[in-house]
């Protein structure tokens, strides 16, 4: 189905030809003055221009053509040429209807749908999985549902951080600790000898003391190096160890993720991309590409109309260890040479912008993909504290995604027990999705790019753009259905338009499947957050204004029954696509 701005545009672009006008000056977009019209067209300024005529002869002639058409129930021109256009009845009752029967509920599809890899998420293994990295995974997993429901195909790929200094840290602390480990030993032999078990309580504590330690102790800090080096060449003990480490966070990460409705296709890491670093040399190599700088390889990525100095990318380091670099340019070919894809999207922090245009630069001048083939970085903000600066714990700390979960489902119950409406034996699964998403609507409603204040108890509370209000609002519109005995997801035929508030909320669902374009075009979330709350704000309306289970006239009842069970399924629809879980009754 088409957005509705599509489907006017068709009709107004028709009485311009009729009029003896080009076609394509009948763009119409939603009005901005919602008082006088729902709908606009401006077309008349630049058929004035190129026709020499007045504007407002111009659209009197077009006006004309429209007014015998069913679509509109007033078409007026507006001085000095503007075309205000309001819909019938009748016609917007057809649209929303059609809306309501269309699989995708009204979600205009792709002509032509792309392969895209969508890189998200990010977190590092070994360290505890941190709030820093909660902003990739919840915007990333939203863009790849607007995606999806667009009609594109996506690959999701986690892209751990599973092959840098990190584990080196680790390693070198745990040998310290443990020297006896077979894993330790240069004789470690795979096939005969076995790993200790990990647990990630214990990664937890070790990576932020190595860490720390490497910061002050040089001696150490080299160990940790030559650990790196030796794992990314295949030390077998260490190879061992590695995975030890990997399997322990992994399992760790995922029930995490899950508990935030986040999920992966791929559970790739800079590790898998490991073997496509020769490769990758080799092609450098052959484009003559290389320049060897104290040591160094790195190729110059500068274009003339940089502004400020573009610095070159660092390919392979002095002691021939592989960096963040190297292994997103090895990355991009091993996504080349397995999903051949259109598009290659990154969710990460804005302060890595710089590098990713490096790796885009490089990775097109080295051809490691097709000149079509489309890179973004689609960064994004920090999420701060009340104070403005980066969100921490109270004492100070990176709080742990663990802990947040945990902490904002206790918010919730606490909510939740003045609540008559939940069983003792709901309370923590309820509590949990209201938790998830207040935090996750709570940032999706910012622009993405720009910086946040991470305040819990604004995303806890039941009115204003939160996640709460629109999960309390599903739960009403339950309650309603299930009084007048309805099924939540019934699909009727909505009758009439009796009251203005109907014809608000008939107009809100209308204007959806543009809305979403907006949404898909600028890869931006918050739009489909701004719908559902005001989508939420005219059905609130709407249930103030009438008394639905009470209405004697059957006839009225049964459509506004139609109406609100669509508003619901509209609502749900926007929460999906945003990731965030309903609840029955809160
Ligand atoms: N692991 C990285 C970090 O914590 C983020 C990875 C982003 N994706 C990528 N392909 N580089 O900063």
């Given at each position: ?16 030809e ?7 000056l ?29 504007p ?61 890899v ?6 590092n ?8 990295h909660l ?35 680790v390693i ?52 940790a ?15 061992a ?6 399997r ?37 190599g ?99 504290g ?32 003045a ?30 790019a ?39 997801e ?17 107009l ?45 006239d ?33």
């Amino acid at each position: 189905m088409k957005a509705i701005t599509q489907t006017l545009s068709e009709i107004v672009s028709q009485a311009f030809e009729i009029a003896g006008y080009d076609p394509s000056l009948g763009t119409v977009t939603a009005s901005d003055r919602l008082d006088l019209c729902q709908f606009q067209c401006n077309g008349a300024f630049a058929a004035a221009k190129l026709y020499h005529k007045a504007p407002f002869v111009v659209a009197q002639q077009v006006a004309e053509i429209l007014q015998n058409d069913h679509v509109f129930s007033r078409v007026e021109v507006a001085k000095p040429g503007f075309l205000n256009l309001t819909l019938d009845d009748s016609y917007l009752l057809k649209q929303t209807n059609t809306i309501a029967q269309d699989p995708h509920l009204g979600i205009p599809q792709v002509e032509e749908p792309a392969m895209i890899v969508l890189d998200y998420g990010g977190p590092n293994i070994a360290k505890p999985l941190h709030i820093g990295h909660l902003r990739s995974a919840i915007i990333g997993e939203s863009i790849k549902r607007i995606l999806r429901a667009a009609g594109h195909t996506v690959t999701s790929d986690i892209h751990l951080g599973d092959w840098g200094l990190q584990i080196g840290l680790v390693i070198t602390e745990l040998q310290e600790r443990y020297p006896n480990w077979r894993c330790f030993s240069p004789d470690f032999d795979p096939a005969a000898d076995t790993v200790e078990p990990l647990e990630t309580s214990m990664l937890n504590e070790v990576y932020p003391f190595a860490s720390a330690k490497s910061k002050t102790d040089a001696n150490y800090a080299k160990k940790a190096h030559q650990a790196t080096y030796d794992l990314q060449n295949g030390r077998p003990g260490y190879i061992a160890l590695w995975q030890e480490i990997l399997r322990a966070s992994v399992t760790d990460m995922k029930s995490n993720y899950e508990k935030l409705g986040v999920t992966f296709d791929l559970w790739y890491g800079e590790s898998n991309a490991d073997r496509y670093v020769p490769q990758l040399m080799e092609i450098l190599g052959e484009k003559n590409l290389l320049i060897e700088s104290e040591g160094a390889l790195i190729v110059d990525v500068a274009e003339p109309e940089d502004k400020a100095p573009m610095p070159p990318v660092i390919v392979r380091k002095s002691d021939h260890s592989s960096i963040y670099a190297t292994t997103d340019l090895a990355t991009i070919i091993q996504r080349e040479k397995d999903f051949h894809p259109d598009k290659i999207w990154y969710v990460v922090d804005n302060r890595q912008e710089l590098h990713f245009i490096q790796v885009f630069r490089c990775a097109k001048k080295a051809n490691l993909v097709p000149p079509q083939t489309e890179f973004a970085f689609l960064g994004f903000g920090t999420m701060n504290g009340a104070d403005g600066k980066p969100y921490k714990t109270r004492d100070g700390g990176i709080m742990k995604l663990e802990d947040m979960i945990a902490t904002v489902t206790a918010g919730a119950q606490e909510k939740l027990e003045a609540s008559s409406f939940v069983d003792a034996a709901d309370y923590e699964d309820i509590a949990r999705k209201v938790g998830v998403a207040a935090i996750k609507f709570g940032d999706l409603i910012n622009q993405r790019a720009k910086d946040y204040i991470f305040d819990l108890n604004k995303f806890f509370s039941f009115e204003g753009k939160t996640g709460t209000y629109l999960l309390y609002t599903i739960t009403r519109i339950n309650s309603i259905l299930k009084k007048a005995g309805v099924a939540l997801e019934q699909i009727a035929p909505i009758t009439h338009v009796y009251t203005d508030s109907e014809r608000d909320l008939l107009l809100k669902i209308l204007m959806g499947g543009d809305v979403f374009q907006k949404a898909l075009t600028e890869k931006a979330p918050n739009y489909l957050c701004e719908n559902a709350y005001q989508l939420a704000i005219s059905f609130s309306k709407f249930y103030h204004d009438n008394r639905i289970i009470d209405e004697p006239d059957p006839e009225k009842k049964q459509s506004w029954l139609a109406l609100i069970a669509l508003v619901r399924r509209v609502l749900c629809q926007h929460l999906d696509l945003l990731g965030i879980e309903p609840v029955e009754h809160m």
